[in-house]
């Protein structure tokens, strides 16, 4: 059991409120972003994340989970990839859909409308996409206070390197003249 425990109103404010109007996005989180279809900025709110930018971070420290916001304009989201922990998705605006691969490549989807959540197991190769017709909303929390790194496939790695990204040698973007790939 946990004691209970005083916090003054501006520790508060200062350690535990997040205001989404003060939140900066991150436009180049990840290195599959500049790849046509893959545009969406992140408002990290608790935790890093597993952002490959070192500029992410949220304005709330992570005790146990990460929670971020993700932004993407019609048809745009995030290429396949998996993560050492659970992530789970809740859609706020729009329609969004959830694909995922099983080992023998088969790929399956579902479509999330507002305040549906999926949770993706950790090790599942995983992508979403935002099927509105506008920009959307969707909810990320990915458990854990340092939920590790993103594990792309090879394929999305060297497409991304035609748009001037790659992962440096402790895996955080690192800019490269586009089309080294």
């Not at 996005?25 to 490959?52: C, H, K, L, M, W």
Request: aromatic residues 8%; glycine residues 10%; hydrophobic residues 40%.
């Amino acid at each position: 059991m946990v004691d209970q425990v005083s916090i003054s109103a501006d520790d508060m404010q200062s350690q535990r409120i997040a205001r989404f109007a003060d939140l900066q996005a991150n436009t180049e989180a990840f290195v599959d972003i500049r790849i046509p279809g893959n545009a969406r900025d992140i408002y990290q709110v608790i935790g890093p994340g597993v952002s490959e930018s070192s500029a992410a971070t949220g304005p709330i420290a992570s005790r146990g989970f990460n929670l971020a916001f993700v932004r993407a304009p019609h048809n745009n989201g995030a290429s396949l990839h998996f993560h050492d922990t659970i992530e789970a998705f809740m859609a706020i605006e729009g329609q969004w859909e959830i694909f995922w691969t099983n080992l023998e490549g088969d790929e399956h989807k579902t479509v999330l409308n507002p305040y549906d959540l999926i949770s993706v197991p950790e090790g599942v190769s995983r992508g979403f996409r935002n099927l509105g017709d506008d920009s959307s909303l969707m909810l990320v929390v990915l458990e854990g206070t340092d939920p590790g790194r993103v594990h792309w496939p090879q394929e999305t790695l060297d497409e991304a390197k035609n748009y001037g990204l790659a992962l440096n040698e402790h895996g955080d973007l690192a800019e490269i003249p586009a089309g080294d790939g």
